[in-house]
């Protein structure tokens, strides 16, 4: 196995926090400072177009860090053409079935939405020894934001999940407080191990959530601080990938996602800002749980001893 194949087999999941600090990504502070600015000139400036520019920015911004899972995916699994095709075709399938369940389980989606999202975020959190220490942590993404802005926070879920979305909503802000202890439990850990850099922007980042309009505080997280850091992956992992190659592919997964995205939610196509809001978070949820079975299956094929 070549070097770059065995630092793509090492550092698949999450960020690559695990023995060496991760860099923390040069627009994080300028987004951070921006944000801050624009909830501080909040009362002279609409906030219909605050939403829709951070859904804009939510979207392309952060939609393009797993645009490249088949790819990674055929990579790491050394997959031959006709496997391929079945990989993208189950991918697919997951896909559709997180569409489907929109349609006729919303309640459930949403849920559904939330845990895999949770999931997810505890990637980064690899300091943490197990993994639902991690998921927890990651669960802070959705507590913190539950908490301190309950009424937004309903009202989004309820456009997303109908008049069971305030239930939800007491769900996350009743498991906030554990998630938020395990998260400042991980960045003192990480502070600790010399990762100060990463843990200072991590903390800033759920001081924006806190503080900031949720629709401004998760794409400070999401979009300028979890997934270029994701993005560092798809350079470790596809190395011999040309600046212009990685552009091309990614732009073209990202546009098909939204093209697909955009005929199956009917919310993102709302005249209110906010039902758009609830419209791309479903975009991005369905869009998740392929990701997320993806990465799951390979770290299963990685770390289970051949026959």
């Known amino acids: 196995m070549t070097a770059s194949a065995r630092l793509a087999h090492e550092t698949v999941r999450g960020t690559g926090v695990l023995e060496t600090s991760a860099p923390v990504p040069r627009l994080f502070w300028p987004a951070a400072a921006l944000f801050a600015s624009i909830a501080l000139a909040g009362p002279w400036l609409n906030p219909d177009l605050i939403t829709v520019g951070a859904l804009l920015i939510m979207l392309l911004g952060g939609l393009p860090h797993g645009a490249y899972d088949l790819a990674i995916g055929r990579r790491l699994l050394s997959l031959n053409l006709r496997k391929a095709l079945l990989l993208l075709v189950a991918y697919i399938g997951v896909a559709v079935s997180m569409a489907a369940l929109w349609l006729v389980a919303p309640t459930i989606a949403l849920a559904v939405f939330l845990l895999s999202a949770a999931l997810h975020f505890g990637e980064d959190w690899s300091m943490l020894d197990t993994g639902l220490l991690r998921a927890t942590a990651g669960a802070s993404v959705i ?16 456009l997303m999940a109908g008049p069971h979305g305030e239930l939800v909503t007491r769900v996350a802000i009743s498991c906030a407080p554990v998630a938020i202890l395990v998260m400042l439990t991980a960045l003192a850990r990480a502070y600790q191990q010399g990762d100060r850099q990463w843990a200072l922007a991590q903390s800033t980042a759920f001081a924006g959530l806190a503080l900031l309009p949720p629709q401004l505080g998760f794409t400070l997280f999401f979009v300028f601080l979890h997934s270029p850091l994701h993005m560092r992956q798809v350079h470790r992992i596809l190395p011999d990938w040309s600046p212009g190659k990685l552009a091309g592919y990614g732009a073209a997964i990202c546009a098909a996602a939204l093209l697909g995205g955009i005929m199956v939610v009917d919310n993102l196509m709302a005249e209110q800002p906010t039902g758009a809001l609830a419209g791309g978070f479903q975009i991005l949820s369905i869009l998740a749980a392929p990701h997320l079975v993806l990465h799951w299956f390979i770290d299963r094929a990685r770390t289970t001893p051949r026959q």
């Open 143 to 158: 507590g913190i934001p539950a908490l301190f802005h309950r009424e937004a926070v309903s009202d989004l879920f309820t």
